[in-house]
């Protein structure tokens, strides 16, 4: 049995809320810079640099890369053989609280969804734990802004959906969205599960890394097939046309009922944020 103290959780949350606001990941940040040389579209192709300078500038001057720095949501795998000295959901809030305001990050929480009095220090996280094997705890910061999240979704398919029915949904999404998610963007895709395990997913899916595919070549290639329909749409950087809607789309899968297919689509802007560590 490894023993953790809350005070270590409460440290590593805080640094890595404002790391995760601070920079892209690195394979994310290629795909940006990589995608100014490969647009078409003169205007793309200007706000794409605008977007590049725009993370030197955050990095730079240690700023936050966007102005919306999200609602935290942390994801925890604990290890069954740790033992942690203290409250382990007030450790990681309170993690949140320290990093957003001594960090100066934007505290954009509201205590109550319908009062809408701000928290004052962006908490409470959103928190999903799972227990897993081992003496180590993994921590992973996914501030996810609203401009984006709002243009997520979910549907409650039927087994009778076929693959291109599911191109078609991630397609629509996108078109919806236009320019409010601040693309060019990532898809998180979860498909299967129930209701809330479909969304799970999704979310899950966006703190995975842009350059690995799905293990499973089919899902791959799905991924592939659904990147290059909603590149066709001709929403482009920022809304303004261009080739370059989307940098990646992530699935994620899980078993689901003979009578169901859920699939929800979360959706990430050029700058979808996501720091982990382990303690």
């Known amino acids: 049995m490894r023993i953790i103290q809350a005070c270590q959780i409460t440290e590593a949350v805080k640094n890595l809320c404002v790391e995760a606001n601070r920079e892209l990941p690195p394979d ?20 794409l640099c605008d977007l590049c300078r725009n993370l030197d500038a955050a990095r730079d001057m240690k700023i ?9 949501v942390v994801f925890a795998e604990v290890g069954q053989e740790v033992y942690i000295e203290g409250n382990f959901e007030e450790a990681v809030n309170l993690g949140v609280s320290r ?5 100066l990050l934007r505290c954009s929480v509201v205590s109550d969804p319908l009062r809408r009095v701000n ?34 979704s979910i549907r409650m398919l039927t087994p009778a959906a076929t693959e ?29 599960g129930d209701f809330e395990l479909c969304a799970y997913l999704a979310k899950k899916a966006l703190c995975r890394s842009v ?13 592939e097939k659904m990147l290059e329909a909603v590149n066709r749409t001709g929403v482009g950087p920022q809304g303004f046309g261009g080739d370059t809607t989307a940098l990646a789309v992530n699935i994620e899968t899980f078993a689901t ?20 560590t382990i303690i």
């Not at 928290?119 to 227990?131: E, F, I, K, Q």
Request: net charge negative; glycine share 12%.
């Open 28 to 47: 994310l940040e290629r795909l940006v810079r990589e995608q100014v040389g490969q647009e078409t579209a003169e205007t793309a192709g200007a706000v």
């Open 64 to 72: 936050p890369i966007c102005q919306d720095t999200g609602m935290a």
């Open 99 to 103: 990093g957003y305001v001594e960090g």
């Open 119 to 152: 928290s004052g220090d962006n908490t409470p996280a959103v928190l999903h734990t799972r227990l897993v094997p081992g003496d180590k705890i993994s921590l992973t910061v996914a501030p996810k802004g609203f401009g984006s999240e709002n243009m997520s």
């Open 164 to 192: 291109e029915d599911l191109i078609a949904y991630a397609v629509d999404t996108v078109r919806t969205a236009g320019g409010n998610p601040c693309p060019p963007v990532v898809l998180g895709i979860g498909i299967g």
């Open 211 to 223: 350059s690995v595919r799905h293990p499973d070549p089919f899902y791959a290639r799905l991924e």
């Open 257 to 276: 009922h003979i009578a169901g297919l859920p699939v929800a689509i979360n959706v990430g802007c050029h700058v979808t944020r996501h720091k982990r």
